[in-house]
């Protein structure tokens, strides 16, 4: 009993250390203009610090800055935007149901690079998220270990590449129908908007929807946007907090321990990442031409890592983030509906053996 006071306080210590180089790091990053600066930076230096001595994040800490973040990207959603992505649902569509094709063809290489049984390398390379692919292949009877495993490398391999590619090759383009202006900071509208949001959160939590922390928010937020008007602005300090936690939400994650797990894995890991990478890359440019859409938002639309990390890139660059979202979103649908079915076909086509 006398020794918890002690126990609590080095657990107290150590998440303030964790929060404090985190967020040190996230600031250095932005110094140098690196996008996505605070999530780079809050994984690199919370990814050394995990390997030098023990760390401690709170479990809320990943899910608050999805309601955050959740809550953010659905004030964009006004009545002309939502139309402007309705009419480009067929090659959003398009885009989500390449993706799940090409991890599909991916899935017997994994296989045999990380000597897996293919319906856990499926789950594997189909770009789904940290969030939701571990609870799909639960639900499918996967191994799930391995999944997080991929899921997580990919995600890794996808903050680090594809957001400094962007920016270093992308050209800025005016799609103003894609970017559109908030109105001024209501603080009080503001709190009103997070009530509604965290009670989206906390119901999808309990219908057992998968990644509720970022659905719930987003659906309330673009729900009021689109009826009325979006109630307030957002303060562009709360999305840097919500970029810290994420990095060090994945930062931490990145143990010796983890990471050593099984080089078999690993390799076939960032074998499958750096070909969909190739391969999405070339398709989002293709589907761009053809659609007239801007290259930049196809890019980070097709990209096989996170809705939050690849929608606050698009807002760092002032790429219009309601068209990346839109992406994200049929992905996620996609993915939550079609993903067992589709494994379901191709096992009985013999893709399995």
Request: aromatic share 8%.
């Amino acid at each position: 009993m006398l020794c918890r006071p002690a126990a609590y306080s080095g657990r107290v210590f150590s998440f303030l250390l964790t929060l404090g180089i985190a967020t040190l790091g996230g600031y250095l990053f932005s110094l140098a203009h690196v996008p996505l600066a605070w999530t780079i930076g809050a994984m690199v230096s919370t990814t050394v610090l995990v390997w030098i001595r023990p760390v401690m994040l709170p479990r809320a800490t990943r899910p608050l800055a999805m309601i955050v973040l959740g809550t953010s990207f659905g004030l964009g959603f006004s009545a002309p935007v939502l139309v402007a992505v309705l009419a480009a649902l067929p090659i959003i569509m398009t885009a989500g149901t390449l993706i799940v094709v090409v991890g599909l063809c991916l899935t017997p290489l994994f296989a045999r690079l990380a000597k897996l049984d293919r319906k856990s390398a499926y789950f594997c390379t189909v770009p789904g998220g940290i969030a939701v692919m571990p609870v799909l292949a639960e639900r499918a009877g996967a191994q799930i270990a391995p999944v997080v495993f991929a899921q997580t490398i990919r995600m890794v391999m996808v903050v680090l590449t594809i957001p400094p590619a962007v920016a270093l090759f992308g050209s800025v383009r005016d799609d103003s129908i894609f970017r559109p202006d908030l109105p001024p900071i209501d603080w009080s509208n503001l709190v009103l908007l997070f009530g509604f949001t965290i009670g989206g959160a906390l119901l999808l939590l309990r219908l057992k929807a998968a990644n509720p922390w970022l659905i719930g928010p987003l659906i309330c937020s673009m729900s009021i946007t689109a009826l009325w008007q979006a109630p307030t602005g957002f303060p562009p300090w709360l999305v840097n907090v919500a970029q810290i936690g994420m990095g060090a939400g994945l930062g931490v994650r990145l143990t010796r321990r983890f990471l050593f797990t099984s080089g078999r894995l690993a390799v076939a890991s960032l074998v499958s990442t750096g070909i969909l990478l190739v391969v999405l890359t070339t398709g989002a440019v293709v589907l761009s031409v053809i659609s007239g859409l801007p290259s930049e938002a196809v890019i980070l639309g097709l990209a096989p890592g996170g809705t939050p990390e690849m929608v606050v890139t698009a807002a760092t660059l002032h790429i219009g983030v309601p068209l990346v979202l839109g992406f994200h979103i049929v992905r996620m649908l996609i993915n939550n509906l079609l993903i067992g079915p589709i494994w379901s076909v191709a096992k009985r086509l013999g893709f399995d053996i």
